[in-house]
């Protein structure tokens, strides 16, 4: 008998051959009638206690500037909408010491963020790793990865996982862009959306 091809093959055998591509020239652009609207460029705050911040040095032409200065909250924001938007930067070891040893004062963190409208947790590190033993703790990866789960849930703080430290810093910068581009669009009467039907 005949064995019969098949026509997709198991995700057991897909491997990853990511290659991610060069960064856009701007994130996204904002038009309406088919013109794009002329919008001013946002400065990006890097708090000063961040350490190994990003440096958004290749993204000088989606911004002013980058200013370094405290933050009351997180690592990030943009000028003029720091009570608004926040972002906290994690890599792995720090993520597993602050939802292990330090956890009370990351639950803390983590519900002053979900009082922003605009917040994201940026952990450099696939989940993959999030969900793996960790070499230099015995904490616990499915403890850690529910604790991020049940901070999206219970208090709505999105997170995402970013394999490398510069794919974070691209996200991160396209990230502030739209917020603050959103948020000139709605001030200045634009409404809420990049172009008419469309986001």
């Not at 450099?124 to 070499?135: D, F, G, I, M, P």
Request: proline share 6%.
């Amino acid at each position: 008998m005949r064995r019969r091809r098949t026509l997709i093959t198991s995700p057991l055998e897909w491997q990853m051959t990511a290659a991610p591509v060069a960064h856009p020239a701007l994130p996204v652009l904002a038009e309406r009638g088919g013109t794009q609207l002329r919008t001013p460029r946002p400065v990006v705050i890097v708090d000063t206690r961040e350490q190994n911040p990003f440096s958004f040095a290749r993204f000088r032409g989606w911004f002013a500037g980058v200013e370094k200065k405290p933050l009351r909250l997180g690592d990030y924001s943009v000028a003029g909408l720091e009570e608004i938007c926040t972002v906290e930067r994690k890599d792995l070891s720090d993520l597993v010491h602050s939802l292990s040893v330090e956890r009370r004062a990351f639950v803390d963190r983590l519900r002053q963020m979900s009082r922003y409208p605009q917040r994201l947790l940026v952990i450099t590190a696939a989940l993959s790793q999030v969900k793996s033993r960790y070499e230099h703790s015995r904490a616990n990866p499915n403890h850690i990865t529910q604790s991020l789960i049940a901070a999206l849930a219970g208090l709505q703080v999105p997170f995402l996982c970013v394999e490398t430290h510069e794919l974070g810093e691209e996200i991160v910068a396209s990230y502030l862009y739209q917020v603050f581009l959103y948020h000139w669009l709605e001030t200045n009467g634009y409404g809420r959306c990049l172009a008419e039907d469309d986001l």
